[in-house]
């Protein structure tokens, strides 16, 4: 069993695809078509857009890793895997942490997500973090599948972000 410590987090580079892909086939997309190949991860990776969090242990080698996508206020959670020797032990928990703390400072309103409606384990992770189930989608995974979408709310919507306030200043000078 490796150590919480001893595991550490960075971003992405194009040397991690290979990995990231087998791990998303392996861990993520098993029984289902294999869609975040090598190549796709790379362009993942490569987009200003998209974070992908890896989590290194030991030597390097890829205990989890993590891909969201921003847009304007949403970010989306596309993929989340952890090597079945690093379960259980706050990994993915901190990597999360990591993914909506970054969404909070880059002014999202909300985190969204979809998953196996089969995976208990993924749900019941998911709702400790504060997300909550908006909807289930029959047939989400290739007509085969249903997904359960979940939400985390990171502000409200209509509430100005701390970096507003120096233009709202700027605006009231005469």
Known sequence: MASFDAVTLRLADAGDADILARMSRDLIEAGLGWRYRADRVRRLIAR????????????????????????????????????????RQGLGRRMMRWLLQTARVAGMVSVHLELRAT????????????????????????????????????????????????????????
């Open 48 to 87: 200003r857009d998209t974070v992908v969090l890896v989590a290194c242990a030991g030597l390097g080698g890829v205990a989890g890793f993590a891909v969201m996508q921003f847009d304007d206020e949403h970010a989306h959670l596309l993929l989340l895997a952890v090597q079945p020797s690093h379960r």
């Open 119 to 174: 995976n208990l384990p993924a749900l019941q992770f998911y709702r400790a973090l504060g997300f909550a189930q908006t909807l289930v989608l029959a047939g989400y995974y290739e007509q085969r599948e249903a997904a359960i979408r979940m939400m985390c709310l990171l502000r409200s919507p209509d509430a100005r972000l701390p970096s507003d306030d120096w233009l709202l200043r700027a605006q009231r000078r005469p």
